[in-house]
């Protein structure tokens, strides 16, 4: 078992090309090149553009973050790479880019979970986490609860949105609201003016009889763009703070009170909570005082390490190399659905480090 390892991450999942380097539990640096910008036009990220833009920003971020680090690449112990999930496109650049770093520089190479490392990344902030913690993660993409043991290869899901992602509700009532993409900052900084109680949107899957962890965020999209239509049809203003406040509102409540549900019923009192949603100062908050109110113990990484970035893979392939887990064959592949109880991608004929040398003979 190696001591303190120092590792490369690379994450290129969706729009963020994200290069990080640990060593342990400690982050040396977190490079992020995004692309946000060019999707903001189309409300959305565009996979073919966002693959391209990791495309050319790859090399030059991954150089960026070894000069921050200042560690030379033949000092790493390993490059970890998110396998999945996420962008196919996307995160085959981030794979092939991984496995040619680890087979010129001859290092171990880890492909992992891009749930995984979005609770992981909490290490480099607060130490080591405790076994078990709960997880709430909520981005763009997910809204899921996590059981975790050893974060390397012990994940439960408990529940997940059966329908949006909470960023993704975010994203799409800042465009009813006129607000741009992404929608979560704006909806954050304008509902810092407005009323959370001025609205009652309807809290998705909170009525006796529903599934305890599962989220919906559709219904209350929905809820809020009617409104607003009907405020725009009958010529009165839309009042954009208290509406983005409510909506908040509605969100960071269901988040909050099922997850700290979820700490009491399965006898956890560690809650961590992870994606870009956790970057929501309200729900930073909520969570503060529910957490404080039960007894719980919140962490919540710092923002910029809520959204997307290279660290949170890095600090999971640390994990990995710290507890001697398998490093991934010469064939490891990109898998957009790869299911959260898989932390990450094991070799399963040998490593791809014992392949390389085999093919080099
Ligand atoms: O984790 P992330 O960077 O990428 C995904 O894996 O999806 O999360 C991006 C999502 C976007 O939907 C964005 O609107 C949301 O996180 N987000 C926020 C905030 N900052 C980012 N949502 C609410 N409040 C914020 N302050
Ligand atoms: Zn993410």
Redesign the pocket.
């Given at each position: 078992m190696a001591d303190e390892p120092l590792v490369l991450g690379i994450e290129t999942?969706?729009d963020?090309t994200g290069v990080g380097i640990v060593r342990g539990t400690t982050l040396l640096a977190d490079a992020v090149a995004s692309s946000v910008n060019d999707h903001a036009r189309f409300g959305g990220v565009v996979p073919e553009i966002a693959s391209r833009a990791h495309l050319e920003a790859m090399v030059p971020t991954i150089r960026r973050a070894l000069e921050t680090a200042g560690v030379k690449a033949s000092d790493l112990d390993g490059i970890a790479v998110t396998a999945g999930p996420g962008l196919a496109g996307a995160l085959l650049v981030g794979v092939s880019a991984a496995k040619a770093y680890a087979w010129a520089l001859d290092k171990p190479l880890y492909g992992v979970n891009h749930l995984a490392s979005h609770i992981c990344v909490d290490q480099l902030e607060h130490g080591r986490l405790p076994e078990p913690t709960m997880a709430l993660l909520v981005?763009?993409?997910h809204s899921s609860l996590l059981l975790s043991g050893d974060i390397t290869s012990d994940v439960r899901p408990l529940g997940a949105t059966i329908d949006d992602a909470a960023?993704?509700a975010?994203?799409k009532v800042a465009r009813v609201l006129g607000l741009g993409f992404?929608?979560?900052?704006v909806?954050?900084r304008m509902a810092r003016e407005g009323d959370g109680s001025a609205i009652a949107f309807p809290r998705g899957l909170n009525n006796a009889g529903d599934p305890a962890y599962d989220f919906s965020f559709s219904g209350l999209k929905t809820a809020v763009a009617r409104w607003v239509e009907a405020k725009r049809r009958a010529g009165e203003p839309v009042p954009v703070a208290d509406v983005a406040a409510s909506f908040q509102e509605a969100v960071t409540d269901v988040l909050t009170r099922k997850a700290v549900r979820a700490c009491k019923d399965n006898d956890v009192d560690h809650l961590m909570i992870g994606?870009?949603?956790a970057?929501?100062?309200r729900l930073r908050e909520m969570a503060q005082q529910r957490c404080d109110k039960a007894g719980i113990v919140l962490r919540v990484p710092r923002p910029g390490l809520c959204?997307?970035n290279g660290a949170m893979v890095a600090a999971l392939g640390a994990e990995m190399v710290w507890r001697g887990r398998t490093p991934s064959s010469f064939d490891l592949s990109a898998d957009s659905s790869l299911p959260v109880t898989e932390t990450h991608v094991p070799g399963e004929h040998g490593s791809f480090h014992a392949h390389a040398h085999e093919a080099l003979k």
């Open positions: 999942s969706c963020e981005s763009g993409g960023g993704e975010f994203d992404p929608g979560g900052p909806v954050d994606g870009g949603v970057a929501n100062s959204t997307d």
